[in-house]
């Protein structure tokens, strides 16, 4: 059964630092590209960043320089190191697949194939 559960979301004071993990089971990641989305209370959702299957990385131009992508396919696992945070990024952080197509590098939520639950991420003092 195919399955992607995001964890490492929490409360965390402005400037600080989380790291979101993504692990995806029943099937093996490494073909695939896997982006990180994100949906604030009254926003619509938005994409933050992306990892292709060859590693190649895309980010949003609000999180460049202090997000960062990566992804260990023997552990079919994909993280999101967030530093510096702000209260504006907090939202429900999503993971999601994408089998075919190029959503994942343009960071559209449409197209993707797989979501995860979401984790959430609660930027405060």
């Known amino acids: 059964q195919l399955q992607l559960v995001e964890s490492g979301g929490g409360l965390v004071q402005p400037g600080g630092s989380l790291r979101l993990s993504c692990e995806v089971s029943?099937?093996?990641?490494?073909?695939?590209?896997v982006g990180w989305f994100r949906q604030a209370p009254g926003k619509e959702r938005e994409g933050v960043s992306c990892i292709s299957s060859s590693g190649s990385t895309i980010y949003a131009d609000s999180v460049k320089g202090r997000f960062t992508i990566s992804r260990d396919n023997a552990k079919n696992t994909v993280y999101l190191q967030m530093n510096t945070l702000e209260p504006e990024d907090t939202a429900v952080y999503y993971c999601?697949?994408?089998?075919?197509?190029?959503?994942?590098?343009?960071?559209?939520?449409?197209?993707?194939?797989?979501w995860g639950k979401g984790t959430l991420v609660t930027v405060s003092s």
């Open positions: 029943g099937f093996a990641l490494d073909y695939y590209s």
């Open positions: 999601a697949v994408e089998m075919y197509g190029s959503s994942c590098v343009f960071l559209r939520h449409n197209g993707m194939d797989y």
